[in-house]
């Protein structure tokens, strides 16, 4: 079986993960260490975070790292691992979408997240047009690579507290749908919501719906009956054990 047989399988099985109601739970790691930590605690799948990664490399979140050097510690992720892995590429580090996808299909990922806070541009809020116009050069670029790239479609209304609070939930999903329509698999409105935000925004939108969770404080059981279908932990994950590592240390400093 060739590299991009194998690469097109990974996809369709990582795409398959994700049943709302039953989620698939992502460890976001950052590192070689962190990947095998979590594929030998039994996941059988994960996602890399642009801030876990930016951190253990001394760099800053928001592209503070070039497209090349995050390529470059995903490849040592893959290699490594052998589950399917998915990347946030943040805003796209300003490379189109046929830069983007031939980058992560050359590296072995075979899903990423897309955000609409454009960082190479003082961080501007793209349109909910602009944005879904983006989603669909990436799937049309993995489309054209033959590679059905797992595409996660987030939106920073939350995190940015976007207008009024009343009606960000409904902006979110109309947004998001937008952003189905044009191809993303998952949507994510990134932001640790209520049980009552999550209920809506599931059954609001047509596609599984990405949530956020501490890893040290959620009641995994809790996101099924939300309806929810991926649950990631963002920097979540790293800053646990960071303060784990932190009491640890401390007896001894």
């Known amino acids: 079986m060739t590299s991009h047989e194998v690469l097109g399988q990974r996809a369709a099985a990582f795409l398959a ?37 930016a951190e253990s490399m001394g760099l800053s979140d928001g592209e503070g790292m070039s497209f090349a050097e995050v390529l470059g510690r995903v490849r040592q992720i893959t290699e490594a691992v052998d589950v399917p ?13 046929e830069r983007l996808v031939e980058g992560l299909l050359a590296a072995g990922v075979v899903g990423c997240n897309i955000e609409d806070s454009v960082h190479s541009e003082d961080k501007r809020l793209r349109s909910a047009s602009e944005h879904a116009e983006f989603v669909g050069a990436l799937r049309a670029a993995a489309d054209a690579a033959g590679t059905h790239l797992v595409i996660n479609a987030r939106t920073d209304l939350f ?12 902006r979110a999903i109309a947004r998001l749908t937008e952003c189905a329509e044009a191809g993303a ?8 919501h209520d049980a009552e935000t999550l209920r ?28 929810i279908g991926r649950v990631s932990f963002g920097p979540l994950l790293q800053a646990a054990l960071g303060k784990h590592a932190g009491e640890i240390l401390a007896r001894w400093s």
């Open 17 to 53: 993960m994700h049943q709302p109601g039953n989620p698939v739970i992502l460890p976001t790691v950052w590192d070689v260490w962190s990947a095998k930590l979590a594929v030998g605690a039994g996941f059988a799948a994960l996602t890399i975070g642009s801030k876990p990664v």
């Open 85 to 97: 892995v998915s990347l946030d590429i943040e805003s796209g580090y300003a490379e189109s979408a």
């Open 159 to 170: 995190l940015r507290k976007d207008g009024d609070d009343a009606d960000r939930i409904d």
């Open 185 to 192: 698999d998952v949507l994510y409105p990134v932001g640790r």
């Open 200 to 227: 809506a925004l599931a059954a609001g939108l047509p596609k599984p719906v990405n949530a956020l969770a501490a890893p040290d404080q959620d009641d995994p059981a809790s996101f099924g009956e939300l309806g």
